[in-house]
């Protein structure tokens, strides 16, 4: 078992920022990919960025690309998602996932490729 857990979340104006995070207790994350999914209110859960083991590839959602920023400090075992310029359509709950592959290409977007899932962190964009 891989226990994620997020943090980060919280009330925000549109136009502001927040950083999610996503750690693993006591357990390095460095071997793996992790995918960033939101879940907006009565929707279907949606990947919105991922990132390779190394950090080196990184993929985005048309609807976050040039605001939303994934990236992992592998020394602190922490990946990150800047969420910059938020619009009230990115509230609902964030989750990050783990993927033992550690590649972030082609199926990404797909929530079976990953084995291990955070509870997740509630953001809300409103004025």
């Known amino acids: 078992q891989l226990p994620l857990v997020e943090s980060g979340g919280g009330l925000v104006q549109p136009g502001g920022s927040l950083r999610l995070s996503c750690e693993a207790a006591r357990r390095t994350l460095y071997h793996y990919a992790i995918g960033w999914f939101h879940q907006a209110p009565g929707k279907e859960r949606e990947a919105v960025a991922c990132?390779?083991?190394?950090?080196?590839?990184?993929n985005y959602a048309d609807s976050v690309k040039g605001r939303f920023i994934v990236s992992r400090d592998n020394a602190l075992k922490t990946i990150y998602l800047d969420m910059n310029n938020l619009k009230p359509e990115d509230t609902g709950t964030y989750y990050c996932a783990a993927d033992v592959a550690g590649t972030c290409v082609g199926s990404w977007r797909e929530e079976i490729l990953y084995d291990y899932w955070g509870q997740g962190t509630q953001v809300t964009v409103s004025r």
């Open positions: 990132i390779n083991m190394g950090g080196g590839s990184t």
